[in-house]
């Protein structure tokens, strides 16, 4: 289990039994990190002879014994495992079967990215060199029911250009060449997420000029990561979100209904003024609903 400790740079295919104790381990980083809750999230790693180790359903991620695993064939039939498989399985197989190139699929709930996932919030690029070289654009797909074949259909459009999706309302999926390279994904996503609302809360990111990109990509390009950017000069101007459909949440943004003194649950600040104006709106209400509770409480005396 040597290759759980190095780089992805070292991965190789593993045998089955390194294969169920990396997942163990992985499962065990995920839930120390906080990205998966109970019995959340799930890990898939394809074997050489095709077949597929999955995480079984209701079991807590850094709890997991090897023979905990199930495997399945790539339609999703399970062929051994004294437990059962999960339901989220559908989303890892449409990977799995889009993209011969990748070993291994982790979905879990980081909650800085998942942030950006419930709020249907596009992911800024062109920020952070560390997450443009060795992440680059995260797109976000629309909401299905988890556990159908409708969220796992929303990856289709995503696949060929992208190793990393924040699904709505939901959480984030990895794609690697192995375990610890999906994993790794999870790591920059969820610390680049972090770093972008931290930041907000002193300003707008800088966001780098389109030169100091281009070099950037050069760099990528020098590694041998693929990005679409390198092929696409509309999607490499940093003025181009990275993808996040209009329709993510079914026509409306996500929250509860507005009550009386309340601004909107469904607008979003998209400016600086906008913002400072959002943020008064909701202070004037805070401090008339705190002013009403004090009055309930001298009347009450």
Known sequence: MSAVYGTPLDEAPLAEWDAREQMCEIGRRLWE??????NGGNLTYRLSDGRILATPTMIGKGFMKPEDMVVLD????????????????????QILRGRSDVRAVIHC??????????TGRAVPKCIHPEQEVFLGEVPITPYET???????????????DFNVFLLASHGAVAAGRGL????????????????IILSRA???PTVLSQQHMAELLQIKKNLGIPDRRLQDAAAASCAAPAPAPENAFGGRR???PASEGQPEAAEFASSPAEEAELVRRVTEAVLRRLKTSAGSLKGGR
């Open 180 to 195: 610890l390279d999906a994993y790794w994904k999870i790591e920059i996503i969820e610390s680049y997420c972090r770093l």
């Open 109 to 118: 709930h980081p909650p800085h990215a998942t942030a950006f996932a419930i």
């Open 202 to 204: 002193l300003g707008e």
């Open 74 to 93: 790539l339609e999703g039939r399970q062929l051994q495992g004294r437990r059962r498989k999960t339901s989220e399985i559908l989303v890892h197989l």
């Open 146 to 160: 988890p556990g159908t074949q409708k969220v796992a259909d929303t990856l289709t459009p995503y696949l060929r």
């Open 33 to 38: 990190r906080q990205y998966v809750e109970a």
């Open 254 to 256: 996500p929250g509860p």
